[in-house]
């Protein structure tokens, strides 16, 4: 598998350590790091987002720091299609909120050492 360099926010990069090869250079409140398994860690990302409250499309992309629209609107359709992520039109907006089903995949990989 090869390793990928992206942007991580800073508290999920320090959640899911193991998840990162070599931390570079802190922009704002994301680290560039190469990481492994760059599509578990995309996931991670939107969940963790959400864990704390729903949020709208552009605020969860803009924390999400996945950087390519289509590659976060790809991991945000797998989220919702598996029901990590539930949607709701609220006004002009779209609410996203973690159902109990991705509360349950996001706390699998934080609780790695029960």
């Known amino acids: 598998m090869k390793a990928r360099l992206t942007y991580v926010p800073l508290e999920v990069a320090d959640q899911f350590e193991d998840f990162i090869i070599e931390r570079e250079e802190q922009v704002l409140d994301a680290v560039k ?46 989220c919702v299609n598996y029901n990590f992520i539930e949607k709701e039109p609220v006004g002009p907006n779209v609410i996203y909120t973690i159902t109990d089903k991705g509360r349950l995949m996001l706390n699998l990989f934080m609780q790695k050492g029960n």
């Open 33 to 78: 790091a190469r990481t492994r398994d760059f599509s578990t860690l995309s996931l991670l990302k939107l969940l963790y987002q959400l864990k704390g409250n729903p949020m709208t499309f552009s605020c969860l992309y803009s924390k999400s720091k996945i950087r390519m629209k289509r590659s976060f609107l790809n991991y945000l359709h797998l």
